[in-house]
C-alpha cells in the first residue's frame, strides 16, 4: 500500500528538527496530511481525537517512549490496527523484540534516507497474509554502472554480489586523480564518479545515494565545500561520510570542512596507503548500520510469518478439530455401543483434547503473554465441557482407582444450565489442565470432586486429597513451577490461569493442610440472555 494524498500520518519526536525532516521526507513520498507530536503523550491524545492511517514514532522520548506509545496503541480497540513504525539511533536486541512483542509493523534504524523510510514505510502498510499457500521471491538486481573501464556482460550472480557491497562516490574535475581512485577501490566497493559538483549532488541527493564521498574542494562550479553545505541540507544525504580529498592544506580549510561534517582530510598528491584503510575503516561503520537494519527487518519478517502460522493453526485447524471433537462426544451418547467402542472413542476424544490443547498452549497462550490476544466471546454450557472432561479422566486415570465426581448445580430438570461468556476451545485447555492435575496429585483410591456453583459470576471448584508443597504454593501459577512430577513441564497451573483471564475470569489455590484437601476454585463469567 503507498502514500497517497489521502495518507494520514502521525510523526511522533521530540526533537523538532527531526519531526520536520520526517516530514519533508513524507512530502517527498507524496503525503499532505502529516501531524506531529513531540512525545506519546501528546501523540496519544491527538490518536483518541481524530483517526491517522500511519503512525512513525521515535523510540526515546520523555513523558511517553515510543514502546510506551506502541503497547497503549494495541492496547486499544479503536487504535490497534494503525501501522506503526517505530525509528530509533541504537536499541539493543532485547528491546527490539519487545517492540515485536507488542506489535510494532516496521523498525527504521537512524541514520536513513528517504528510499529506506519508503521501504519501512511499505513493509508496514502492506495488506497481511493470512492464507500461505505458496511463497516467491522476487529479486530485483541493482545494475551496475560504471563511468570508467570496459563494460562487459554481467551475470544475475555478479549483479548479486554487487548489490552487497558499499558505495564509494569520486568527485573530481581532474580525470587522472578519478582513475587512480577508481582503480584503488573497484576490486572491494561498487565506485560511482562525478566530474563536477552539481552531478555530485543530483547522486547524493537521490533514493540511491552513496555510503561514503570522497570529495576534491577546488572545482569549477560548485565547489566540494558547497557540494558539502547542501547535502548537509538534505535528509537523504546529511548522514553521508564526506572525506576531502583535496591539495588544500591550511587550517582554515581543514576546520571549515570539519565544520561542514567531514569525517577525515586526505591532502594531495594521494598515498593509496593511507587512503585506502581509512576508507576501509569508515565503511566498517556504514556496514555494521546495514546489518543492524537487516536483522531487524530478519526479526520482524520472523514475526509476520509466526504470526501468520499461527492463525492458520487457531482457524484452519482448531475449527476442524473442534469439528471432530464434537462428533465423538455424539458418537458417545450412543447407548447401543459396545465397551470397546466407547472406550475407543473415550482414547479419540482425549487425543483430540490433546492436540486442542498444543494448539492453545503454542499460539494462544503467546498472544495471552504479550498482551494481543484478543477474545471474540460466545455463550458457552460450561457443564458439558465438565462432564466430558471428567468421563475422560475417569477413563485416563482408571487404574488409580479414583473416584472423580462431577456436580453441575442445576436446581430442577428444566432449569437451563448456567452458561459462560468465553471461549469453548479455550475452556477445554483451562480445565483438562486442571482436572487432569489433581487426578494426577490425588492418592490412588481417593476423591476427585469437580462441581460448578450456579453463582453469578459462576464459580467452578476442583477438589482432590492431598496438598500442595508448601515451597511452591506461593508460586503454584507461575511459569514452570512444577514438584516431583515426571515430565512435568510446570505449564499446566500457568497456562490455566492466563486461559481463565483471558475470559476475564481468575483461578485460585486453597490449601487445608487440616483435611488434607486442595481446592481450586476458577471463577468465569456467567452469559445473561
Known amino acids: 500500500m503507498a502514500i497517497t494524498k489521502q495518507t494520514?500520518?502521525?510523526?511522533?519526536?521530540?526533537?523538532?528538527?527531526?519531526?520536520?525532516?520526517?516530514?519533508?521526507q513524507l512530502r517527498?513520498?507524496?503525503?499532505?496530511?502529516?501531524f506531529q507530536a513531540k512525545d506519546g503523550a501528546e501523540a496519544l491524545r491527538l490518536l483518541n481525537q481524530q483517526a491517522f492511517d500511519l503512525i512513525l514514532?521515535?523510540?526515546?522520548?520523555?513523558?511517553?517512549?515510543?514502546?510506551?506509545?506502541?503497547v497503549a496503541v494495541r492496547a486499544s480497540k479503536k487504535l490497534s490496527h494503525i501501522p506503526f513504525v517505530m525509528i530509533t539511533a541504537e536499541a539493543e536486541r532485547e528491546r527490539v523484540i519487545e517492540a515485536i512483542a507488542q506489535g510494532v509493523n516496521s523498525l527504521l534504524v537512524k541514520p536513513y534516507t528517504a528510499g529506506s523510510l519508503a521501504e519501512r514505510i511499505a513493509m508496514a502498510m502492506r495488506p497481511r497474509l493470512r492464507k500461505i499457500i505458496g511463497s516467491s521471491l522476487n529479486h530485483s538486481e541493482t545494475e551496475f554502472h560504471s563511468d570508467i573501464g570496459p563494460q562487459s556482460a554481467i551475470t544475475p550472480n555478479d549483479l548479486k554480489a554487487e548489490s552487497k557491497r558499499s558505495t564509494i562516490l569520486v568527485v573530481d574535475d581532474t580525470s587522472d586523480n578519478v582513475e587512480l581512485l577508481y582503480q584503488l577501490f573497484k576490486d572491494t566497493c561498487r565506485v560511482r564518479i562525478s566530474l563536477n559538483g552539481e552531478r555530485a549532488l543530483d547522486i547524493c541527493t537521490s533514493d540511491e545515494p552513496p555510503d561514503l564521498v570522497l570529495l576534491d574542494i577546488m572545482m569549477p562550479g560548485l565547489d566540494?565545500?558547497?557540494?558539502?553545505?547542501?547535502?548537509?541540507?538534505?535528509?537523504?544525504?546529511?548522514?553521508?561520510?564526506?572525506?576531502?580529498?583535496?591539495?588544500?592544506?591550511?587550517?582554515?580549510?581543514?576546520i571549515k570542512g570539519l565544520g561542514l561534517g567531514a569525517v577525515d582530510f586526505i591532502t594531495k598528491p594521494i598515498n593509496p596507503d593511507l587512503l585506502v584503510p581509512r576508507v576501509h575503516n569508515f565503511l566498517r561503520y556504514v556496514e555494521l548500520h546495514k546489518r543492524l537494519q537487516a536483522?531487524?527487518?530478519?526479526?520482524?519478517?520472523?514475526?509476520?510469518?509466526?504470526?501468520?502460522?499461527?492463525?492458520?493453526?487457531?482457524?484452519?485447524?482448531?475449527?476442524?478439530?473442534?469439528?471432530?471433537?464434537?462428533?465423538?462426544q455424539t458418537l458417545s451418547e450412543d447407548k447401543g455401543l459396545s465397551r470397546k467402542q466407547m472406550e475407543q472413542l473415550c482414547m479419540a476424544e482425549d487425543s483430540a483434547l490433546q492436540t486442542l490443547n498444543i494448539i492453545n498452549l503454542s499460539a494462544e497462550l503467546y498472544k495471552i503473554e504479550t498482551g494481543r490476544f484478543k477474545l471474540n466471546p460466545e455463550p458457552v454450557k460450561i457443564g458439558d465441557i465438565l462432564r466430558r472432561i471428567v468421563e475422560l479422566s475417569r477413563h485416563t486415570f482408571s487404574e488409580k482407582h479414583l473416584s472423580i465426581s462431577i456436580d453441575t448445580d442445576?436446581?430442577?430438570?428444566?432449569e437451563e444450565p448456567p452458561k459462560i461468556i468465553g471461549d469453548a476451545m479455550l475452556c477445554y485447555s483451562l480445565f483438562q489442565n486442571l482436572i487432569k492435575n489433581a487426578c494426577e496429585a490425588a492418592p490412588e483410591k481417593t476423591q476427585v470432586e469437580v462441581k460448578l456453583h450456579n453463582e453469578n459470576p459462576l464459580r467452578i471448584t476442583i477438589a482432590n486429597t492431598g496438598v500442595v508443597p508448601i515451597d511452591i504454593r506461593d508460586h503454584f501459577f507461575e511459569k514452570f513451577v512444577t514438584d516431583g512430577k515426571?515430565?512435568?513441564?510446570?505449564?499446566?497451573?500457568?497456562?490455566?490461569?492466563?486461559?481463565?483471564e483471558a475470559q476475564n475470569g481468575s483461578v485460585s489455590l486453597d490449601v487445608s493442610d487440616e483435611a488434607n484437601r486442595t481446592t481450586l476454585t476458577v471463577t468465569l463469567c456467567r452469559y445473561i440472555a
Do not use: C
Not at 442445576?410 to 428444566?414: I, P
Open 8 to 24: 494520514k500520518i502521525l510523526v511522533v519526536d521530540d526533537f523538532e528538527v527531526m519531526r520536520k525532516v520526517t516530514t519533508a
Open 28 to 34: 517527498a513520498l507524496g503525503a499532505v496530511q502529516i
Open 57 to 70: 514514532s521515535d523510540w526515546n522520548m520523555p513523558v511517553m517512549t515510543g514502546l510506551e506509545l506502541l
Open 224 to 254: 566540494g565545500f558547497e557540494v558539502a553545505q547542501r547535502m548537509r541540507e538534505h535528509p537523504n544525504s546529511e548522514h553521508i561520510p564526506i572525506i576531502f580529498v583535496t591539495a588544500m592544506e591550511t587550517n582554515e580549510a581543514h
Open 295 to 328: 536483522e531487524y527487518d530478519t526479526l520482524l519478517e520472523n514475526a509476520r510469518l509466526r504470526e501468520d502460522v499461527e492463525h492458520i493453526t487457531r482457524h484452519d485447524m482448531k475449527g476442524p478439530l473442534a469439528g471432530v471433537i464434537s462428533i465423538i
Open 410 to 414: 442445576v436446581a430442577a430438570v428444566n
Open 486 to 500: 515426571l515430565g512435568g513441564t510446570g505449564l499446566g497451573t500457568y497456562s490455566a490461569k492466563l486461559l481463565a
